[in-house]
């Protein structure tokens, strides 16, 4: 998870929020289980600017989405907050993974962090990782709840990112290969910059995860 800045409301959900939200609450007096129509808020408009705003990523666990795989989740479920169906700054970007998360009854939002709120700094200071596996930091409730509600520790996630933290380590070999054919003990700075330090940037998949690896593994980077 990183701090997402969201971007301004797309024109469609301007124009059309308050008809859809009638609609929806109207559907909802016959029957109080009925669901928002995921045509609209999945508008092609409305995907498109959730994806600029995480560079394509699930807005919980930082996997790249493409096509199918990307899903639009409500943060105060419909169940709890039906008159947020349509509203902007309740939908993010997940995955399918994620959004299977557990319901506000098991674990309440106010338990959680929230990518669109929390800053980077909030996010570290409660979840981070040993390689590919998330973990809380020590006596972080928060950091719990939130690797609980959103499956963040899945075994699907783990071989997720697994898989990604083995294109970094590819890269670290290749690197440390020609440092040693070059007799040379630092990185230059095409390496550190354009290779290494890259993978932790916010528009790469797993970035947190990333961060986390370089500083155990390469602590001269941060140096
Ligand atoms: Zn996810």
Redesign the pocket.
């Given at each position: 998870m990183r701090h997402i800045d969201r971007l301004p409301e797309p024109q469609i959900l301007t124009d059309k929020h308050d008809e859809w939200q009638k609609k929806f609450d109207e559907k909802r007096k016959n029957n109080p289980n009925a669901r928002p129509d995921s045509t609209k808020y999945g508008n092609k408009n409305i995907r498109e600017t959730l994806d600029s705003c995480s560079h394509f990523k699930?807005f919980?666990?930082e996997?790249t989405l493409k096509g199918d795989l990307k899903e639009i989740d409500h943060f105060k479920e419909v169940a709890i907050a039906p008159e947020l169906a349509y509203t902007w700054s309740n939908l993010y970007l997940?995955?399918h993974?994620?959004n299977d998360k557990y319901s506000h009854d098991v674990i309440p939002l106010s338990d959680v962090l929230d990518p669109c709120s929390d800053t980077d700094n909030e996010i570290k200071k409660n979840i981070t990782f040993e390689d590919e596996c998330i973990c809380a930091q020590p006596d972080s409730k928060k950091g719990l709840q939130t690797i609980r509600k959103?499956r963040l520790n899945s075994d699907a996630q783990d071989f997720k990112r697994l898989k990604w933290l083995k294109r970094i380590k590819d890269e670290v070999i290749d690197i440390q290969g020609k440092m040693i054919n070059e007799a040379r003990n630092q990185f230059t700075e095409e390496e550190e910059k354009k290779s290494l330090l890259r993978f932790m940037q916010r528009d790469q998949p797993y970035s947190l995860m990333s961060e986390m690896y370089l500083r155990k593994h390469l602590p001269s980077l941060f140096i």
């Amino acid at each position: 998870m990183r701090h997402i800045d969201r971007l301004p409301e797309p024109q469609i959900l301007t124009d059309k929020h308050d008809e859809w939200q009638k609609k929806f609450d109207e559907k909802r007096k016959n029957n109080p289980n009925a669901r928002p129509d995921s045509t609209k808020y999945g508008n092609k408009n409305i995907r498109e600017t959730l994806d600029s705003c995480s560079h394509f990523k699930c807005f919980y666990c930082e996997a790249t989405l493409k096509g199918d795989l990307k899903e639009i989740d409500h943060f105060k479920e419909v169940a709890i907050a039906p008159e947020l169906a349509y509203t902007w700054s309740n939908l993010y970007l997940s995955c399918h993974n994620c959004n299977d998360k557990y319901s506000h009854d098991v674990i309440p939002l106010s338990d959680v962090l929230d990518p669109c709120s929390d800053t980077d700094n909030e996010i570290k200071k409660n979840i981070t990782f040993e390689d590919e596996c998330i973990c809380a930091q020590p006596d972080s409730k928060k950091g719990l709840q939130t690797i609980r509600k959103f499956r963040l520790n899945s075994d699907a996630q783990d071989f997720k990112r697994l898989k990604w933290l083995k294109r970094i380590k590819d890269e670290v070999i290749d690197i440390q290969g020609k440092m040693i054919n070059e007799a040379r003990n630092q990185f230059t700075e095409e390496e550190e910059k354009k290779s290494l330090l890259r993978f932790m940037q916010r528009d790469q998949p797993y970035s947190l995860m990333s961060e986390m690896y370089l500083r155990k593994h390469l602590p001269s980077l941060f140096i």
